[in-house]
């Protein structure tokens, strides 16, 4: 069955039972952007439909919204170079790159892909107007926010059966303080074309405001797409990303998401697998400490037979900091064969760390092979021990602790440099001397 699936209905309540203060503070936000963005199309009027978000929302029912409710001022710093960052945050990256700081493009710090049957370039100088809106946008307030203001993103087309010769880096960067940042990206990949997608997001340690940022891919039959995903957000900044990823028949995708850093995070990643053979893998890491708060949220819809999906997030929790874990499998009917596996594991290193999870599976096919399981737990104390007892520092040992728990996700990331770049900067966020000498001296 391909392409007559209806769309995942998300758990979400029209008119839920909540309290007016919420949402008016959702109305003053709208009326706020509208003072830097006008908003456009029928995002608008989703959002007038739509709930502000809540914890008396399902999807919500585990994230802190309050940060959101404040201020924005239009942005001052629209370059790379006046941020004083790097437009390419990985050393040694030999790779495209198309750069945005504050939600502006920065053409002089970009370097777009000039390959035959690739089409990359900045929505702001497209002739097109951004996509109508989709069942994200239908279903969730923050998404709808993005459609109605979203004034930038990336546009790229990739040609049947064109292999782009080298990674494409998308860097997101945030100076500032109160900045209302919202991005939208359309990927379209056809039949049997091949191509490395790297998003970065950064901030300096005085930036504040919301980054959200919408992506819609699609990926024809027998393509292979791999995107990298790594978040590392100094500052006051609340960072929303949502994903909506569409294969058809015998595509592969791969998404490994790393979360380094962030004051605020919530990554809400969809896919559907709408043809026969689709393969599809999901994995990320999460490690917050102090007060930070990463939430991970992902649908895997498979509406055809023969499908597999593995998925892997893996959470280590420091200090005061939180996180969520919301995964769910849904296959339809139609959908014999499937093969899909989802495992969250999770580590509190303190008594004051929290994780809320939840995995589901929601299975309308008898003639599949589906698991799910969720961990949570500490660091082994007989490991640390065997550590220590071999002259390896207390830091030390938990790295390669961390590193084991994290390893496989690691290890999946498309690019090496982009997995050497996220080890160096995980070593020097929480202390550890450096990552690979500590490996090496096991």
């Not at 758990?11 to 039972?17: A, T, V």
């Not at 437009?87 to 945005?100: K, N, S």
């Not at 380094?260 to 043809?275: C, Y």
Request: hydrophobic share 40%; with cysteine; glycine share 8%.
């Amino acid at each position: 069955m391909t392409g007559t699936a209806e769309p995942i209905v998300m758990d979400l309540q029209r008119k839920p039972n909540i309290h007016p203060a919420t949402q008016a503070k959702g109305e003053a936000l709208i009326a706020a952007l509208a003072d830097l963005r006008t908003g456009t199309g029928l995002a608008t009027e989703y959002l007038k439909e739509l709930p502000v978000p809540h914890r008396r929302v399902e999807r919500w029912k585990h994230t802190p919204v309050s940060g959101f409710w404040t201020t924005y001022e239009a942005p001052r710093v629209q370059t790379i170079q006046a941020a004083g960052c790097e437009a390419c945050p990985v050393p040694g990256l030999h790779a495209y790159r198309i750069v945005f700081v504050n939600g502006m493009f920065d053409a002089e710090a970009s370097d777009l892909p000039v390959h035959s049957g690739v089409r990359c370039e900045p929505v702001s100088m497209t002739a097109s107007a951004p996509a109508e809106a989709g069942n994200l946008e239908k279903s969730d307030w923050f998404a709808a926010l993005n459609q109605a203001h979203a004034t930038e993103g990336m546009k790229l087309h990739v040609d049947k059966g064109v292999v782009l010769d080298r990674p494409l880096l998308v860097h997101h960067h945030t100076h500032g303080q109160k900045s209302a940042n919202f991005l939208r990206h359309e990927i379209q990949v056809e039949s049997n074309a091949q191509v490395q997608l790297i998003h970065w997001s950064t901030s300096n340690e005085e930036a504040s405001g919301m980054v959200n940022i919408m992506m819609q891919m699609d990926v024809a039959s027998g393509a292979i797409v791999a995107l990298d995903k790594v978040q590392d957000e100094a500052g006051q900044v609340h960072h929303l990303a949502f994903e909506q990823i569409n294969q058809a028949q015998a595509s592969q995708v791969r998404v490994h998401t790393g979360t380094i850093q962030g004051k605020w995070v919530r990554n809400d990643l969809n896919f559907r697998l709408d043809g026969e053979g689709c393969d599809a893998v999901l994995n990320g890491f999460f490690l917050p400490k102090d007060n930070e708060f990463v939430d991970n949220h992902t649908t895997v819809d498979h509406c055809a037979a023969h499908c597999t999906s593995s998925e892997q997030y893996q959470g280590i929790l420091y200090g005061s900091s939180s996180g969520v874990f919301n995964g769910k499998v849904f296959v339809r009917p139609h959908a014999q064969q499937t093969n899909a596996y989802q495992q969250n594991g999770n580590i509190l290193v303190t008594d004051k760390a929290t994780i809320n999870a939840k995995p589901e599976l929601e299975i309308y096919a008898d003639d599949v092979k589906c698991s799910h399981g969720c961990t949570i737990g500490q660091f082994d104390e007989e490991a640390l021990f065997y550590a220590r007892s071999r002259g390896i520092g207390e830091s030390e040992a938990k790295a390669m602790l961390v590193h084991a728990f994290i390893g496989d996700v690691l290890d999946g990331f498309a690019v090496q440099e982009v997995r050497m770049e996220v080890e160096h900067r995980l070593a020097t966020k929480h202390g550890w001397d450096t990552w690979n000498d500590t490996l090496e001296s096991a």
